[in-house]
């Protein structure tokens, strides 16, 4: 899935997109997607300016994203309208932080479906660079019909 299904998905734009590509999607199940981390980022130039490295709490949002990207597209397979209606990032839990991202890393970042009930899904995140693990959350987003 490439960038422009990506924006049909979710109401994110830059600078907030944090998705730039989904490289494996299984509706109902998981999906897989790769931020670049370029030197241009606007948060690099105050995060920090002589040792640039990608806010940590950046990192559950770009999870939160795919989670709204897996949720969308398995609403889809399962012939239920998203209409106007967004994904809202509801809850974290159990996140860990466990290396720094910087300029020039790609993050992929695997999301697997826990419960949804109702309009909330549940997943579990970890974001990777390379074969290092640098985030793992459990994650929570909640459906609103209209947009907020």
């Known amino acids: 899935m490439r960038i422009q299904e990506i924006l049909q998905l979710i109401p994110h734009r830059y600078p907030f997109l944090l998705i730039d590509e989904v490289v494996d999607f299984i509706a109902g199940k998981s999906l897989k997607a ?4 370029t030197a241009d980022e606007p948060f690099f130039a105050g995060h920090f300016f002589d040792n640039p490295m990608m806010p940590s709490i950046l990192i559950p949002e770009a999870m939160a994203q795919t989670l709204a990207i897996l949720a969308s597209k398995t609403m889809q397979a399962q012939n239920i309208d998203v209409g ?9 839990d159990n996140a ?8 020039g890393d790609q993050l992929m970042i695997e999301t697997v479906l826990g419960k949804s009930r109702s309009n909330f899904w549940k ?6 660079v390379g074969n290092k693990v640098v985030c793992t959350a459990d ?10």
Not at 84 to 92: P, Q, R
Not at 96 to 103: A, D, G, N, R
Not at 123 to 128: E, K, N, Y
Request: glycine fraction near 6%; charged fraction near 10%.
């Open 34 to 37: 790769i931020k670049n981390v």
């Open 84 to 92: 106007e209606g967004v994904f809202l990032f509801a809850g974290i």
């Open 96 to 103: 860990h932080f466990l290396q720094s991202v910087i300029p």
């Open 123 to 128: 997943c579990s995140s970890t974001a990777s």
């Open 139 to 148: 994650l929570v987003a909640a459906y609103s019909k209209s947009k907020q």
